[in-house]
């Protein structure tokens, strides 16, 4: 038996599964219009964040700067507890996307990471779980004021 003749019903079979599967130029234009503007958000995403950062890096060597000011919101244990699972959490978003490669980080990998989503593809665990940490580092110490302490107040105190 030859394994590389096929039968006429076989090779029908194989190209309709071809056809099915194909797509047209519109719709190949429409995808990667689609794919560039996720990127756009991302890459606006984390220049801002990188700018934050280097705004933040910017005040503590200004000589107005005193980390007194800047850590007087951290005055309660839960806040600063908060604070290192922000710092905690923006570490492992950053390992996480440097172990994938920033380049090949695009805006399907950075939602299956943050979903979690186990495919074919990869999708890095550290940079979720580095999101959903510095997400929850941000609410529990910075915006712990405004968001978390009056859920807190009123759970306590009914009113």
């Not at 194909?22 to 429409?30: C, R």
């Not at 919101?73 to 905690?88: D, E, M, Q, T, Y």
Request: charged share 20%; aromatic share 18%.
């Amino acid at each position: 038996m030859d394994i590389f003749s096929f039968s006429e019903k076989e090779n029908a079979h194989f190209y309709e599964n071809i056809m099915a599967h194909a797509i047209t130029e519109e719709q190949l234009d429409a995808r990667i219009r689609e794919k560039e503007a996720h990127d756009t958000v991302l890459v606006v995403l984390v220049i801002g964040i990188t700018a934050f950062f280097l705004l933040l890096v910017f005040l503590v060597f200004s000589k107005r700067f005193s980390f007194k000011k800047l850590f007087n919101p951290l005055n309660a244990p839960i806040k600063r507890v908060g604070f290192l699972c922000l710092v905690i959490g923006v570490l492992l978003m950053f390992f996480g996307g440097l172990n994938r490669g920033f380049e090949d980080f695009d805006y399907n990998t950075f939602i299956r990471s943050i979903s979690f989503e186990r495919s074919r593809y990869d999708s890095e665990v550290t940079f979720g779980i580095g999101f959903y940490s510095a997400i929850i580092g941000l609410f529990l110490s910075f915006l712990y004021d405004w968001t978390v302490g009056p859920i807190v107040n009123w759970v306590k105190k009914g009113s």
